[in-house]
Nanobody
Framework: QVQLVESGGGLVQPGGSLRLSCAASGRTFSRYYMGWFRQAPGKEREFVAAISGSGASTYYADSVKGRSTISRDNAKNTVYVQMNSLKPEDTAVYYC?????????????????WGQGTQVTVSP
């Protein structure tokens, strides 16, 4: 069983930056593909970014590509997403998720473990 705890959300002005963190329990963190998703009110949960267990492979949704960087520190069992040039449409609850696999997927239902989410609000 893996437990995930996100942190780092908050209120930021348009054009600002935030770094979200996700701390994981367990000894096999490096075997998990990790992803970030977000869900705005009234909308479905959508893929943001993912990173392989080693950190060598990353993948981004078009909506955040060029503005976000996903990374991980396996020694600290933590995955991050740095988000820059934030826009009001980035406002959502952000979730990290884990999947014990070497295969990248962007479908939320294919991830095994989820955190509780952290709110990001982009507003003047």
């Amino acid at each position: 069983q893996v437990q995930l705890v996100e942190s780092g959300g908050g209120l930021v002005q348009p054009g600002g930056s935030l770094r979200l963190s996700c701390a994981a329990s367990g000894r096999t963190f490096s075997r998990y593909y990790m992803g970030w998703f977000r869900q705005a009110p009234g909308k479905e949960r959508e893929f943001v970014a993912a990173i392989s267990g080693s950190g060598a492979s990353t993948y981004y949704a078009d909506s955040v590509k060029g503005r976000s960087t996903i990374s991980r520190d396996n020694a600290k069992n933590t995955v991050y997403v740095q988000m820059n040039s934030l826009k009001p449409e980035d406002t959502a609850v952000y979730y990290c998720a884990g999947r014990r696999s070497t295969v990248l997927v962007t479908t939320p239902t294919l991830y095994d473990y989820w955190g509780q989410g952290t709110q990001v609000t982009v507003s003047p």
